[in-house]
């Protein structure tokens, strides 16, 4: 498992690749509202989940990273199923997916 350091330090970046992917979704037109709602409650999940991030109960933390890890799924999807969109949105939005995958396997 990654070290208590990293793992806030992994997290601090996906916080800030969410805000993009946030920024990136109200800047955009036509926007699906399930894309939106999505980056949405990523943002709001990200916010609950930054606590148990600054605590050291790995249990949490894995629990925390494997529900962001789901509403990473869900913005993923929705950006699939939205077909042409800002490429910038589309971009963040994969990165986002990525990073909270990649956080997940290392924890688990």
């Known amino acids: 498992m990654l070290n208590t350091s990293d793992i806030k330090q992994r997290?601090?970046?996906i916080e800030?690749?969410?805000m993009q992917?946030?920024?990136?979704?109200?800047a955009g037109a036509g926007v699906p509202k399930d894309l939106k709602d999505s980056i949405h409650k990523l943002s709001t999940?990200?916010?609950?989940a930054k606590p148990v991030f600054q605590s050291q109960d790995e249990k949490q933390i894995r629990k925390c990273v494997d529900q962001l890890e789901m509403y990473g799924d869900q913005a993923r999807d929705a950006c699939q199923r939205a077909g042409k969109?800002?490429?910038a949105l589309?971009?963040?939005v994969m990165q986002v997916h990525s990073e909270l995958?990649?956080?997940?396997?290392q924890l688990h």
């Open 11 to 13: 997290f601090n970046h």
């Open 16 to 18: 800030q690749s969410i």
């Open 21 to 26: 992917a946030e920024k990136a979704c109200q």
């Open 45 to 48: 999940e990200t916010d609950r």
């Open 85 to 87: 969109l800002d490429d």
């Open 90 to 92: 589309k971009s963040s």
């Open 101 to 105: 995958s990649e956080l997940k396997h």
